[in-house]
């Protein structure tokens, strides 16, 4: 065989197995699983990942956990806490479990601040899956309705810092309009505060607070808009400190519903890394059911550019697994 025979035949046959590779890639698809779920946290331990999320519609007694290693299959789990009935104060409204936020701290242990009656609530758990229990031992809300009443008391979330000192970020707005962002430091108990909060509400913020740290910079992200329609979207904005100020994100918003329709109101995230590859896990909605916003749980990868700008999401309908190894 002559050599360009040889070469041309190796050249058809690396073709075919990169084209063979490729097709036998395994993808997870967006949706990531059955069922309607919303604002999402997430959390790894060893290979397994834990996400916890409000069960649509608008809450549930308690909290949806999907475990899983590779996010393709998914188990269901239940917690011992938070739940409707345990996390009741004399000043909650009628509305149930939302928007959960777990961390791992410093001292090993997983805290969670979630919404419940419209108040903020903190628990705290040696593992994962529990069991868990109200972090203040007077199993009082950590911030009440009646506190700062400008705010809607929820959506709160964890930041620790390189120090491995953490800062809590919630609030939302009434009516879908006038969002306010709260931000304290928190003492090494996770639930004291360290100073007085203080509003930091960045340019085009609603609800939904998550900050993440990158090269010395501090993004706080959020949803903008309203959550029940189009409208409803990812911004962020960008501060030298954890408690700002900060100023509009360039390219913000990030995420957005997209013109052929196929995304809806995507937002309420978190921001996970998996082999030094950022993502970002969020909701989407459903299409309309009745009088009820359903939601639905998915992942794409989030990316910055050479300046530091966090890149535009495309949401895409499969995406390659996350890879841990």
């Known amino acids: 065989m002559g050599t ?56 549930g ?8 290693k590779d996010f393709v299959k998914f188990k269901r789990r239940h917690l011992n806490w ?57 199993q009082s809300p950590l911030v009440s309705a009646k506190d700062f009443p400008e705010v809607h008391n929820i959506d709160a979330d964890c930041f620790i810092d390189d120090d491995g000192q953490a800062y809590l970020y919630w609030g939302s707005g009434f009516r879908w309009i006038n969002g306010h962002c709260m931000a304290v430091k928190l003492k090494s108990d996770m639930v004291t505060f360290d100073g007085v909060p203080k509003e930091v509400t960045p340019p085009d913020y609603f609800e939904g607070p998550h900050m993440i740290k990158r090269n010395g910079q501090y993004y706080l992200m959020f949803s903008e808009g309203k959550a029940i329609d189009s409208t409803y979207k990812v911004g962020y904005a960008v501060g030298n400190s954890p408690m700002g100020p900060f100023t509009k994100g360039v390219n913000s918003p990030i995420l957005t519903s997209s013109a052929d329709g196929t995304v809806v109101g995507p937002g309420h995230h978190t921001v996970f890394t998996a082999k030094g590859q950022d993502y970002i896990l969020y909701h989407k909605i459903f299409p309309q059911q009745g ?35």
């Not at 794409?300 to 300046?307: G, H, I, R, T």
């Not at 966090?310 to 190894?325: A, G, W």
């Open 61 to 68: 007694d308690e909290l949806a956990v999907l475990e899983t």
């Open 82 to 138: 938070p739940t409707k009935k345990a996390c009741t104060s004399p000043t909650s409204g009628d509305s149930k479990v939302w928007a959960p936020a777990v961390r791992k701290a410093v001292n090993g242990k997983y805290y969670m601040y979630v919404s419940v009656g419209s108040e903020v609530w903190a628990g705290v758990s040696d593992t994962p899956l529990g069991p868990w229990k109200n972090a203040k031992a007077d």
């Open 291 to 325: 009088e009820y916003v359903l939601r639905q749980l998915c992942i794409d990868s989030l990316n910055f550019d050479a300046q530091g700008h966090i890149k535009t999401v495309v949401p895409q309908p499969s995406n390659p697994v996350i890879q841990l190894k």
């Open 4 to 59: 360009k025979r040889i070469t041309f035949f190796l050249m058809v046959l690396g073709i075919s197995l990169s084209a063979q590779a490729q097709k036998n890639v395994q993808k997870m698809s967006n949706p990531i699983t059955e069922g309607y779920f919303a604002d999402p946290s997430i959390v790894q331990e060893k290979d397994v990942f834990y996400i916890y999320a409000t069960i649509d519609p608008w809450g």
